[in-house]
C-alpha cells in the first residue's frame, strides 16, 4: 500500500447513541450486557471511516470475533440520555485488533472498556487481514 | 410419508420459561419486544417434539421468517416469573405456517399472540417445504 | 389548553436508525422482535416534538404500556442499513393511543405495524391522560 | 446469625440454558453481549438457593450493579446448544460481591468471566448489605 492511503487510516472513532427504553432495566440504567451493542456500533463506524463496510467483509469472508473484553461502569446512563461513544484502536497484529473504548453523558465519563477482536474465515478459524484492512486497522501506523 | 409418522404429528407445544432481569423494563415488566423470543423458543421446540431442528434445517436451506405477527398484552409479566407458553399450529399451507399462542403465569392467562411464517430458501425467496416438514406442521392433519 | 398550543400539536414522527449487528439473527436479517424498539424510539421523539419526554412522564407517575401491537414483515431489513421509522397517532381517548408505523429502506416500504398503548399509573392500573398529554396525542385534533 | 445457617451457605450455582436464535448473530453465534444475561440469571438462582429473591431484595431497596466485568471467548456458542453456566463467589466485602463464571458446551469449556458488583440503594448509592445476605454471598466463609 502507498504512503498516502496510509497516512490517512484513522484509528479513532466517536458516535453519539441515544438509550432505548428497552435498553434499560427495572433500575432505569442501560444494562451492562447492552453496553456491547455500543461498541459493535462505533467499531462499524470506524471501520466506514476507513473505507471498508463490515457487512462488505462478512461477504467476502472475513469475520471479526470478540476474543475478550473488559469493562468498568463508573457512573450509570439512564434511558433517553444521550451517550458519546469513543472507540479508538491500540494495538493490531495480523489476526488481532484491541481496541479501547469510554462513554460519556454531558461531557462526564461514565464507562471504560477494552476488547480483542479475532480475524476468522467462514469457517470460524483465525485468519491473516488482508493488507488493507490490516493497515486500516493499525492505528496509522502499520509498520509498527 | 407413512400413515404411522404422520399420526405422531404433535400440533402443540408447552414450554416454561423463567424471566430474565435483563428482559424486563424500567417499569419491572417484560419488555413487550421480548415476548417474540419466547414463541420462537417453544417454535423451536414443536419442531423437535416432531423430529426437526431447526438449526439443521437452516444448515440444509430451508429457512422460517415471520411475514406477521400480532399481540394482546393482557396482564404484565415480571422479572423471575415463571412463564407457561404455548404454542399451537393452526393452519398450514406448503409454504406458510400459522400459530396461536398464549401464555400464562400460575395459571393466569397473561397473552394472546398469533403469528404466520414463510417457508424460504437461503435466497429469502419462497419455497415449499418437504412432505415431511409439511406434515409435522400440519397439527397431524396434512391432508386438510 | 389554548388553540395555539393545540394547532402545533404534531402527529407524524420520523426517525433514521442504522441497523446493528447484534440486532440481526443468523439469516443477516434484522430480528422481528427488535422491531418494536424502533417504534418504541420513534413514539419517544413524536412525545418530544410535542413538548413532552417520556423520562419525565414517568418520573411523575404516568406510564404507557403496549396493550396489543400487530406488524407485517414485508421485505427483510438487513445489518447496517439504514431505516427511516415513521410513525403516526391515527386515535386516541383518554386512556389510550393508537399507532400506525411504517419502515423503508432507500425508499423502499419493508414494514408497516400498529400498537395500542393504555395510559397507566405506577401500579399498573388505567389511568387518564392529563389534558395537555392528551391534546398533544390526538394527531392535533383533541376535539374530536 | 446462627452458624447452622450460615454453614448452608451455598457458594457455587450451575445452571443449563438452551440458546435462543435471537440471541445468535449472522455468524449463528451468541452473541458476546448475550453473555451477561445468562450470568445475571445463574447469579438470580445462586441468591435462590440461599433463600434470596433478587426481585424482593430489590422492593426492599437492595440492588446489586455491575461494576465492572471481563470475559474470554474460548469457543463459540451456537443456536440451540444447551449451555451449562457455573458461577461461584470469590470474594466478598459489605459492599462488593466478586463472581467468577464459566460455560461449558457438551462438557468442553467455552467461557470464562468475572465480575464485580456493588451493593446500592434505591438512590444508586453505595450501600451496606445486611448481615444475613452478606453472610449467603460469602462463599460459605461470612467471617473470613
Known amino acids: 500500500m502507498g504512503?498516502?492511503?496510509?497516512?490517512?487510516?484513522?484509528?479513532?472513532?466517536k458516535i453519539d447513541v441515544r438509550v432505548r427504553?428497552?435498553?434499560?432495566?427495572?433500575?432505569?440504567y442501560l444494562h451492562h450486557?447492552?453496553?456491547?451493542?455500543?461498541?459493535?456500533?462505533?467499531?462499524?463506524?470506524l471501520l466506514k471511516q476507513n473505507g471498508f463496510r463490515y457487512r462488505d467483509?462478512?461477504?467476502?469472508?472475513?469475520?471479526?470475533?470478540?476474543?475478550?473484553?473488559?469493562?468498568?461502569?463508573?457512573?450509570?446512563i439512564r434511558y433517553d440520555d444521550l451517550v458519546r461513544?469513543?472507540?479508538?484502536?491500540?494495538?493490531?497484529?495480523?489476526?488481532?485488533?484491541?481496541?479501547?473504548?469510554h462513554m460519556a453523558v454531558t461531557g462526564q465519563r461514565t464507562t471504560?472498556?477494552?476488547?480483542?477482536?479475532?480475524?476468522?474465515?467462514?469457517?470460524?478459524k483465525p485468519t491473516l487481514m488482508s493488507d488493507e484492512l490490516w493497515s486500516c486497522t493499525t492505528n496509522g501506523h502499520p509498520d509498527e
Open 3 to 13: 504512503d498516502e492511503k496510509r497516512s490517512q487510516a484513522v484509528g479513532e472513532c
Open 21 to 28: 427504553y428497552a435498553e434499560c432495566d427495572a433500575m432505569g
Open 33 to 45: 450486557g447492552r453496553y456491547w451493542e455500543y461498541f459493535e456500533m462505533v467499531r462499524t463506524e
Open 57 to 76: 467483509l462478512e461477504a467476502a469472508g472475513t469475520f471479526f470475533v470478540v476474543y475478550k473484553c473488559s469493562c468498568r461502569y463508573l457512573r450509570p
Open 85 to 101: 461513544v469513543t472507540a479508538e484502536v491500540v494495538r493490531t497484529t495480523r489476526t488481532r485488533v484491541d481496541h479501547t473504548y
Open 112 to 124: 471504560e472498556a477494552a476488547s480483542t477482536l479475532a480475524c476468522v474465515g467462514r469457517d470460524g
